[in-house]
């Protein structure tokens, strides 16, 4: 079956990249955070990533599965790291290959998003 990255997840392994290009390595989680734009202190010095707050309305699951699709056709690869006991994410050679192609030939827009939460509960 042939596998053709969608949008979320060229966001997704240009975050990765992003992060692996400061010497950062994520898991999952970070990288659902940095494509919320969740401050916190693991993203509080990253927010200049250009995914940052740019993937809103996606469920941590959702953003999982397309990590795990990146995984499986090897766009993206889990890196062991002793001390922690964790595997974290690095870009493949495929993926950079892939992603760099992608962004030689589209105009990728990286809007960052507002959430228009509403008060639940007003004064008049």
């Known amino acids: 079956e042939k596998f053709i990255p969608t949008i979320i997840d060229i966001k997704i392994m240009l975050t990765i990249r992003s992060l692996n290009s400061l ?11 940095i494509l919320h734009g969740i401050l916190d202190e693991d993203t509080i010095e990253l927010t200049s990533i250009p995914t940052f707050k740019t993937v809103i309305s996606l469920p941590r ?8 699709m990146l995984v499986r056709y090897q766009y993206i690869k889990k890196i062991y790291h002793q001390k922690s006991d964790e595997l974290y994410l690095s870009l493949t050679e495929k993926g950079v290959i892939y992603l760099d192609d992608f962004l030689n030939k589209h105009k990728l827009q990286l809007v960052k998003k507002e959430t228009n939460k509403k008060p639940t509960i007003i004064k008049i």
Do not use: Q, T
């Open 61 to 68: 699951k959702k953003i999982s599965n397309r990590i795990f």
């Open 23 to 33: 010497g950062y390595y994520p898991i999952g989680e970070g990288v659902y955070k």
